[in-house]
């Protein structure tokens, strides 16, 4: 069991796994994909025009009726696809851990973490690094399909399989040293602390969690996009604008380079304290209008003004909370059960991360109604914030329209419940025509001076 054993025979069969698939993507067929991509140039309908009887429902049917059918299709097609990959994921990752707990090469990487080295520490660490490589390895062709032969074939991917390779390896690589770090501190609790270690290892869980946020703007996006300050006062001056207008301390505006890898259009905010940013990605800025952009900035300045970040962080505490509880439940009782066909000796036995997996991978399926709404309920706040704002409700229902390259407009309400981290298209341009029925005085004086 060579291959299970060292991390650098893995590490090398992982590239030679990944790259076996080389000539598969180099032969891969660039779809024509031009008469099914979302309007580049929105422009406003007559039924969206400020007038005496202006309607809500008409003005959004109107927006709707500029996306060309095949580019519905498109959007449709693929979201609803990722209905099954959700599925697909779930399957693979249950066979993938019950496979190194069933046959035992979870205690074999255990054991020759421990011939290496007599510290408990550096044996987490080096199972971990197996472990990762491992389950990469098992994992690659579903991660393949998914993150690069699926993206290209429905026209928002931009990378070659080399460069997109590279990005998965660094982020391999980061993977193993945050995760590796992460997982000798939880053991080094479950050892300490026998009695307690779920509730420690939650508190600590989360403070790890809020420092990757801190840290990731500035030491971990840069890995993958370069991250330049916005310099064109064009788009900087009505941004900065609005941010003193609704009481934001910022003085810059960042821009990624996005498109070296996708076509997808977004901004974000990230970061805490100091590390905060307001970030644009190249794609919005090239195709997007001035009213979308300062419409899209204003949403984020919601999720800053209206605390969503702490917010978030708290309802991650809450999450991480339930499952320690869950995760101390299902290890006693599964370890009491097969722990010792598996050769796992306790829950502080680092042999039993696989079967910690296990149980995540159930408590995620279970949590990603639930997740999505909490998300979704954030985002259409920031949504209503950044119409009161911005006051562009047109740029808003062209971002809406854009963003629908990659999700379905007009789902039903259970989809949109069970599988929506963000309201539908239909419903945000609702949103915008609707606000926009509200102070139609407002762009009535904008019309007539």
């Not at 290209?152 to 390779?165: D, E, M, N, V």
């Amino acid at each position: 069991m060579v291959v299970f054993m060292k991390p650098r025979v893995s590490l090398l069969a992982l590239v030679l796994a990944l790259l076996s698939l080389v000539p598969a993507a180099m032969a891969q067929k660039i779809p024509d994909l031009s008469q099914s991509q979302m309007p580049s140039v929105i422009t406003v309908p007559p039924e969206a025009l400020p007038s005496s009887h202006f309607d809500a429902e008409a003005a959004t049917n109107a927006y709707l009726a500029q996306i060309p059918a095949s580019a519905r299709a498109r959007s449709d097609a693929y979201f609803e696809g990722g209905y099954w990959l959700i599925l697909w994921d779930f399957l693979v990752a249950v066979i993938i851990y019950w496979i190194l707990l069933r046959f035992g090469i979870s205690a074999k990487m255990r054991d020759f973490a421990v011939r290496i080295s007599r510290f408990a520490f550096v044996q987490d660490v080096i199972y971990w690094a197996q472990f990762v490589i491992l389950t990469t390895i098992l994992g690659a062709p579903l991660a393949v399909y998914e993150g690069y032969f699926r993206e290209h074939k429905y026209g928002l991917a931009t990378q070659t399989f080399g460069p997109w390779l590279g990005d998965q390896l660094k982020a391999l690589l980061v993977n193993m040293i945050l995760g590796g770090i992460l997982l000798a501190l939880l053991f080094w609790i479950a050892r300490r602390l026998p009695n307690t270690w779920h509730i420690w290892g939650a508190v600590v869980s989360l403070a790890f969690t809020v420092f990757t946020v801190m840290i990731a703007p500035v030491y971990i996006l840069p890995l993958f996009n370069k991250v330049t300050r916005l310099d064109d006062p064009k788009i900087t001056q009505p941004i900065l604008s609005l941010a003193r207008a609704n009481g934001i301390p910022a003085h810059d505006v960042f821009q990624v380079d996005a498109s070296r890898q996708s076509t997808r259009m977004s901004a974000n905010v990230s970061g805490f304290g100091k590390t905060m940013r307001i970030t644009l990605n190249d794609n919005l800025l090239r195709r997007g209008s001035p009213e979308e952009i300062q419409s899209v900035m204003g949403h984020e300045m919601g999720h800053y003004v209206l605390n969503h970040i702490y917010k978030d962080t708290t309802f991650i505490f809450l999450v991480i909370i339930a499952f320690f509880a869950y995760l101390r439940w299902g290890l006693s009782w599964s370890l009491a059960r097969w722990g010792e066909s598996w050769g796992i000796k306790s829950i502080s036995d680092v042999a039993v991360l696989p079967l910690v997996f296990l149980l995540a991978t159930f408590f995620g399926l279970i949590l990603t109604p639930i997740q999505n709404t909490q998300t979704r309920t954030t985002e259409h706040e920031a949504d209503m914030y950044g119409l009161n704002a911005s006051r562009q409700p047109d740029g808003f229902a062209q971002a809406a329209i854009h963003l629908g390259e990659y999700r379905k407009m007009s789902p039903g309400p259970l989809e949109e419940f069970l599988f929506f981290d963000h309201p539908s298209g239909r419903n945000r341009i609702h949103d915008a025509m609707q606000w926009k029925a509200e102070n139609l005085q407002l762009f009535q004086r904008q019309t007539n001076p």
